[in-house]
T-cell receptor, first 113, second 111 residues
């Protein structure tokens, strides 16, 4: 069966510090991978998605970047965090090429102080 | 431009009664629609979905209705239970495109 792992669960970082959130998927090949963010009182905003290794699409211009160094690994990064980067970050995957439900990780609560 | 809209940020329902959550979309290319349930500090969990070739899908207490001409879908929960209290997100996509989510509706089921 497929599983998705996302870590860390919580993170408190000072303004200006770097960020690296990691997500891995097991039990499937060539998944579509996504990073979403839920800011306080708001819906789920798509940040990045990837349909293959090294292929990243950015939905919202911002202080963040994403990379997919391996088929089932998706990383969200920032060189210098801003206060506005605080939020709940979610990694998700879908099978390639078909309309399907997305499966989410447990999320990372990031607080920038 | 919001492609998926949930116009009710919150809904309160008595235990045992029906909960109806609504969702509208604007992109006619969407062919797959989903509902997710989310608790605080957790990832959303998939609840139920419907393909654009259907107008109804039922799973236990949960039924999703799709009205393509109106670009509207709804989730019915009958009977509502206190454990159903959560934020419900409507989502849509087609093929390889990412899921687009609404802003969510917070359901409170009152005992």
């Amino acid at each position: 069966s497929q599983t998705i792992h996302q870590w860390p669960a919580t993170l408190v970082q000072p303004v200006g510090s770097p960020l690296s959130l990691e997500c891995t998927v097991e039990g499937t090949s060539n998944p579509n991978l996504y990073w979403y963010r839920q800011a306080a009182g708001r819906g789920l905003q798509l940040l990045f998605y990837s349909v293959g290794i090294g292929q990243i699409s950015s939905e919202v211009p911002q202080n963040l970047s994403a990379s997919r160094p391996q088929d089932r690994q998706f990383i969200l990064s920032s060189k210098k965090l801003l206060l506005s980067d605080s939020g709940f970050y979610l990694c998700a995957w879908t099978p390639p090429g078909i309309s399907s439900e997305a499966f989410f990780g447990q999320g990372t609560r990031l607080t920038v102080v | 431009d919001q492609q998926v809209k949930q116009n009710s940020p919150s809904l309160s329902v008595q235990e045992g009664r029906i909960s109806i959550l609504n969702c509208d979309y604007t992109n006619s290319m969407f062919d797959y629609f989903l509902w997710y349930k989310k608790y605080p500090a957790e990832g959303p969990t998939f609840l139920i979905s419907i393909s654009s070739i259907k107008d109804k899908n039922e799973d236990g207490r949960f039924t999703v209705f799709l009205n393509k001409s109106a670009k509207h879908l709804s989730l019915h929960i009958v009977p509502s239970q206190p454990g159903d209290s959560a934020v419900y997100f409507c989502a849509a996509h087609s093929g390889n495109t990412p899921l687009v989510f609404g802003k969510g509706t917070r359901l409170s089921v009152i005992a």
